[in-house]
């Protein structure tokens, strides 16, 4: 009875052995990536080119930062996002300290307004949400104005001392 057993297990390994292979009895081994490759798959490094997707196609931030705006994007950040997201540290979500050096103005306002669409089409907000564990981001369903001033308030957050 054991040598039966090893018999048909062994046919069945042979089995799925050949069945993975071409026809020749080869198997077909994926080709490694080139580094160049690699790159310009990584969503992440090509970050300066992507607005997001959502009604904000457009924005020019004056050299000065608006401090009404500030004050206004503060308060918006604190009523309605820090449940998820930390100034200081990645949370649920990504902190949004140095997010102006990491994100186009464009793509930040884009993912507040239009979350939903943003991670099942934008490829960095699909990455952000698998480093999230899954968790998307909720929409707050804001205006334009609220996350204009959340993006007023995001440029002070590198010159503030946390």
């Known amino acids: 009875m054991k040598n039966i057993q090893t018999l048909l297990l062994i046919m069945v390994a042979v089995f799925i052995l050949f069945s993975c292979g071409k026809k020749d009895g080869t198997v077909e081994m994926p080709k490694p990536k080139k580094l160049s490759e690699a790159k310009k798959q990584d969503p992440m490094e090509n970050w300066q080119n992507n607005k997001g997707i959502g009604p904000v196609s457009s924005i020019t931030l004056p050299a000065e930062i608006d401090q009404s705006m500030v004050a206004a994007g503060k308060e918006v950040y604190e009523s309605m996002c820090t449940a998820c997201h930390k100034i200081d540290k990645k949370f649920i979500g990504p902190s949004p300290k140095g997010i102006i050096t990491r994100r186009t103005p464009e793509w930040i306002m884009n993912m507040i307004l239009n979350?939903?669409?943003?991670?099942?089409?934008?490829?960095?907000?699909?990455?952000?949400?698998?480093?999230?564990?899954?968790?998307?981001?909720?929409?707050?369903?804001l205006t334009e104005d609220q996350a204009r001033a959340i993006l007023e308030y995001f440029r002070t957050l590198d010159q503030e001392k946390i």
């Not at 699909?126 to 968790?135: C, D, T, W």
């Open 115 to 141: 979350p939903e669409e943003m991670t099942q089409k934008d490829p960095i907000a699909k990455q952000l949400l698998i480093e999230a564990n899954g968790s998307p981001m909720a929409n707050q369903n």
